[in-house]
């Protein structure tokens, strides 16, 4: 009787679409993106003591955000991809691009519009000096941010356009990756992830490639593909090993943590981009164990649970909120940088604000378009 509930249960977890636990991945994700955006100041008194010197070395264990957003969404969208394959009414690319359209581009686009045209005509309405903008805004607005962030020195000076860059990596990977799974269907799909693997470990390495580049960034995104396929085809035997790891949970945290500062530490490329791979594959087990943790469970932290959803606007805003704090607190109110004005005040009013927006942003706007996906879906 045992046997058959867990075969039911079993079959349950296969066909349901939605994860436990990973909204609370994506909430740590942006956390570390926060903290590794946290902390900016002017003052060069402050940038000269040791103790902010020591805290900017300490800010860059958080750099792990963004590779987290990429894991996951490989993850997720090999997953359902596959599941939508062995669907009774098959996979529909035309379907699969509208919902992804319907998520991404609504806030994309809003950002794009605040940071080339609103900040602008805002600063001519606070009769500030006006700028030269480096970003090309057909880059932008065609999802590939991230090779013109690669071919400018600086980030680009309107507010909100610098986050674009990882957005519009997961564009790409979107509009190519559901092809490739119609290419090689179904089970045969583990020759395609294989090769992008290979790819980006190959193209990263011999070409010396940024972590901005999208060959480089293919590797995240594989790599969680890679264990959404093991979760798709070999979900009772993962599962039949919940247990151990339940047990590895805690040593792949440190061992994150572990490549976390032998990354730092490392000058060698070669090394460093194998230092990625075992990063990514550390994440993607982590992901894989909460899929079906029966112990460690993060949505046991209801924050980190509940905030999941709003995490799409939290990584966009954030960066606006920091910038216009900077300017409310320091130049307007001319209030003192100290040590705890910079890496306590701000960040803490900065999170705050953001989160605010982000809720009314998922509720009153992008939820919006989000309740349109119903419309092409086949499930």
Request: net charge positive.
């Amino acid at each position: 009787m045992i046997k058959k509930n867990n075969l039911i249960q079993m079959s349950k977890t296969k066909s349901s679409s939605r994860f436990e636990n990973l909204d609370s991945i994506r909430t740590i994700a942006f956390f570390s993106t926060f903290l590794a955006h946290a902390f900016y100041t002017t003052s060069l008194d402050v940038k000269d003591s040791a103790t902010y010197e020591n805290l900017m070395e300490f800010q860059q264990i958080f750099n792990f955000g963004v590779p987290l957003f990429f894991v996951l969404s490989g993850f997720l969208i090999t997953f359902l991809i596959l599941k939508e394959q062995h669907g009774s009414k098959g996979f529909s690319l035309g379907n699969f691009y509208m919902r992804r359209i319907l998520r991404i581009w609504p806030l994309y686009f809003l950002i794009l519009l605040i940071g080339f045209y609103g900040f602008p005509l805002l600063k001519d309405i606070l009769s500030q000096p006006g700028y030269i903008e480096s970003a090309s805004q057909p880059m932008y607005f065609s999802f590939l941010s991230n090779f013109d962030q690669l071919n400018n020195i600086d980030l680009p000076t309107g507010v909100g356009l610098g986050p674009t860059w990882s957005v519009s990596i997961e564009e790409q990977f979107y509009l190519v990756w559901p092809i490739f799974l119609l290419i090689f269907r179904k089970k045969k799909f583990i020759f395609s992830i294989g090769l992008t693997i290979a790819i980006s470990m190959v193209f990263s390495i011999y070409f010396e490639l940024p972590s901005k580049h999208t060959i480089f960034c293919m590797l995240y995104l594989a790599i969680g593909s890679l264990f959404g396929y093991f979760q798709y085809y070999y979900k009772e035997q993962i599962q039949a090993k919940t247990k151990l790891l339940d047990k590895l949970f805690p040593f792949l945290i440190l061992s994150m943590l572990g490549l976390i500062l032998l990354r730092l530490n490392n000058d060698n490329y070669l090394i460093a981009n194998f230092i990625v791979l075992f990063f990514s594959i550390a994440m993607a087990m982590i992901i894989l164990q909460q899929a079906q943790a029966s112990k460690f469970q993060l949505k046991k932290i209801p924050f980190l649970e509940r905030t999941g959803k709003y995490t799409y606007g939290l990584y966009l805003y954030h960066v606006i909120c920091n910038f216009f704090l900077h300017i409310a607190l320091d130049d307007l109110l001319k209030m003192d940088e100290t040590l705890m004005h910079i890496i306590l005040i701000r960040p803490l009013l900065s999170l705050i604000i953001s989160g605010i927006i982000s809720y009314y942003s998922y509720h009153y706007f992008e939820f919006q378009f989000l309740k349109l996906k119903k419309s092409f879906s086949r499930h």
